[in-house]
Structure formats: C-alpha cells, structure tokens
C-alpha cells in the first residue's frame, strides 16, 4: 500500500514556473512508478508525465514536453514535477499516482494503470 499527497501547486502567471511535490509513504514506493496527471473542468484525466522506479525511464506528453521535467528522489519518497514556462492552458487538479511496485522497467503512460493516487493540487496559470 502507497500514501500519496501532492503540494507545490497554486496561481502563477503566464511563463512562469511551479515546481509540484508528491510525498509518499508505503513500503513499496521505491520500487513504483509513478505518473503525474491532470484533469481540467470538462475535460478528460490526461498523463503529464510518468517516471520509472529507477528513474531511468521517464515520459512526457507532447503538450509539456521540453517545459516540465520529472524527477525523483528515492532517499526523500518523493516524486517532483518541475513546470516552466506555464501556460494558461496548463490550468487543471493535478494527481500523482504509484503503480503497485513491480520494478517495471518503463513507467506506464496510462492513468488506469495506476492503483494508487493522491487528493491533487489546483494549479492555475493566469493570461
């Protein structure tokens, strides 16, 4: 079993910068991925990006890619999301989600393939 809780997030300005924190307890985290997600009024759960358990794998959607970067620190149970350059478009909930802990050697893009989630955290990138 995996605790999640999510912090970082809040109101920024357009081109500016968040950096969103994913705290978690649990005997299995270091061995989990783990995804970050998001969800906008209205619009359907979407994968930000995901990181393997040993951090050798990570991906990004198309929409973040060379503006977020994903990161871990084991040591610390905790998965970090570095957002730059936000976007008024990048206004959602964002979750971070475990898998169950299998030591996959890639992280999986799915939000459904992850078994464990946190409460998420609003951010809202203003015009």
């Known amino acids: 079993q995996v605790q999640l809780g999510e912090s970082g997030g809040g109101l920024v300005q357009a081109g500016g910068s968040l950096r969103l924190s994913c705290a978690a307890s649990?005997?299995?985290?270091?061995?989990?991925?783990v995804g970050w997600f998001r969800q906008a009024p209205r619009k359907e759960r979407e994968t930000v990006a995901t990181?393997?358990?040993?951090?050798?794998?990570?991906y990004y959607a198309d929409s973040v890619k060379g503006r977020f970067t994903i990161s871990r620190d084991n040591a610390k149970n905790t998965v970090y999301l570095q957002m730059n350059s936000l976007k008024p478009e990048d206004t959602a909930v964002y979750y971070c989600?475990?898998?169950?802990?299998?030591?996959?050697?890639?992280?999986?893009?799915?939000?459904?393939?992850?078994?464990?989630w946190g409460q998420g955290t609003q951010v809202t990138v203003s015009s």
């Open positions: 649990g005997r299995t985290f270091s061995t989990s991925a």
């Open positions: 989600a475990a898998d169950i802990g299998e030591r996959l050697p890639r992280a999986p893009i799915g939000w459904y393939e992850y078994a464990y």
């Open positions: 990181i393997s358990w040993s951090g050798g794998n990570t």
